[in-house]
Nanobody, 125 residues
Framework: QVQLVESGGGSVQAGGSLRLSCVASGYTDSIRRMTWFRQAPGKEREGVAGIFTRACGTYFADSVRGRFTVSQDNAKNTLNLQMNNLKPEDTAMYYC??????????????????WGQGTQVTVSS
């Protein structure tokens, strides 16, 4: 089993920055991919960005590429999401997800076995 706990959400004005963190615990050696998703009210959950934990590959949604960066701290079993130049449309609940395989499309929520409880990000104009 893997447990995920997110932190770092909050409220900022457009153009501001936030840094989200996701700490993994439990059987972390089984994790192959960690991804940030977000879900706004009335919308489907969408993939934001993530990383292959055993390789050097990262991936981003087109809507955040160039504004968001993702990194991992292996010593702390932590996945970070640095969000810059935030826009009102970035407002959502952000979730961390972990997968124990490389199969499936990275932004398909259905392929992820483990989820955190979420952290709210609100961007005002």
């Amino acid at each position: 089993q893997v447990q995920l706990v997110e932190s770092g959400g909050g409220s900022v004005q457009a153009g501001g920055s936030l840094r989200l963190s996701c700490v993994a615990s439990g059987y972390t050696d089984s994790i192959r991919r960690m991804t940030w998703f977000r879900q706004a009210p009335g919308k489907e959950r969408e993939g934001v960005a993530g990383i292959f934990t055993r390789a050097c590959g990262t991936y981003f949604a087109d809507s955040v590429r160039g504004r968001f960066t993702v990194s991992q701290d292996n010593a702390k079993n932590t996945l970070n999401l640095q969000m810059n130049n935030l826009k009102p449309e970035d407002t959502a609940m952000y979730y961390c997800a972990a997968d124990t395989s490389y199969g499936g499309i990275w932004d398909d929520p259905g392929v992820y076995k483990y989820w955190g409880q979420g952290t709210q990000v609100t961007v005002s104009s």
